[in-house]
């Protein structure tokens, strides 16, 4: 319903009026939930996986975090042989290069630009609940912070390298870890930002990306 009633007029608009909508929208789902439930935090059901700490030469980790990650890779693999393997994801990567050309060789654009927009809804979904089971603790304004480094991590990355994201992810991950042990917690968010900072200056293509050159 989202796609069909605010993305779906923006076709043909520019990408800066199509990223308004997506805020403004997720702002609209945001504060509307606030309203008819309040902002307090729900408690997330506990048992769905059962934690238990494993170490593994001196090193200790909790089999929910062995589960997110398996679940994570496992739905990246997917996707990876998705895009590259089937038609629709031929197709969703020809839209993403050249929606008229696309268009011309007769690939319904609309169509996969809706189903492009249901499996980034679904793996949202998918982080939402690994969210959840991971801080046992679920509220409206949950996805800011991990929506804005997972936009991080695709840059680390490289946008439109799927794996490159993931690889981006756990780095991101791993530096926020390191500075959370340094004593410096709070500046965990600041470290991410920082990094986008630093990539966009000395590598916008990200890790994983190259640069193209276009005839003019």
Known sequence: MIERVAYKPLRNATRIAALITAIGVSLLIEYTTIYLRGAQPAAYPDDIIPNKTIAISGLTISSQSIVILAVSVTLM?????????????????????????????GINVDRTISVTFAIGSALAGAAGVAFGIYYIKIEPLMGIIPGLKAFIAAVLGGIGIIPGAMVGGMLLGIVEALVSAAGFSLWRDAAAFLILILILLFKPSGLFGKNIREKV
Request: aromatic content about 4%; glycine content about 4%; overall charge positive.
């Open 77 to 105: 693999i997917i996707l990876e042989l998705f895009i590259h393997k089937t038609k629709t994801g031929k197709a969703m990567r020809a839209v993403s290069v050249d929606a008229d050309a696309a268009r011309l060789m």
